[in-house]
Nanobody
Framework: QVYLVESGAGLVQAGGPLRLSCAAS????????MGWFRRSPWNGREFVAA????????YYADSVKGRCTISRDNAKNTVYLQMSRLKPEDTAVYYC?????????????????WGQGTQVTVSA
């Protein structure tokens, strides 16, 4: 069992930034692909961003491309999601997720472990 713990929840005004963090308990974090999904009442659970084991490859949903950056620090077993120019439609519960393996994935069915989620609310 790998435990993923998100942090960085907050209420932010539209246009502002926010950084989410996710700490993993996994020992071999460097061979663990990571991702972020979000769930909102109007969109259900949707893919946000993913990163491969080294951080050298990333992928973003069109809805956040250019406004979000996913990164990781393997020495700290942590992955980050830096968000900027936030919009009210970014309001959601954000989930950190991970999968054993080197590559990145965009389908939630390909992830093994999930955090509890952290609430991001963007006010207009």
């Amino acid at each position: 069992q790998v435990y993923l713990v998100e942090s960085g929840a907050g209420l932010v005004q539209a246009g502002g930034p926010l950084r989410l963090s996710c700490a993993a308990s996994r020992r071999s974090f460097s061979v663990y692909g990571m991702g972020w999904f979000r769930r909102s009442p109007w969109n259900g659970r949707e893919f946000v961003a993913a990163i491969n084991w080294s951080g050298g490859s990333t992928y973003y949903a069109d809805s956040v491309k250019g406004r979000c950056t996913i990164s990781r620090d393997n020495a700290k077993n942590t992955v980050y999601l830096q968000m900027s120019r936030l919009k009210p439609e970014d309001t959601a519960v954000y989930y950190c997720t991970g999968r054993a393996g080197l590559g990145l994935r965009v389908s939630r069915n390909e992830y093994d472990d999930w955090g509890q989620g952290t609430q991001v609310t963007v006010s207009a």
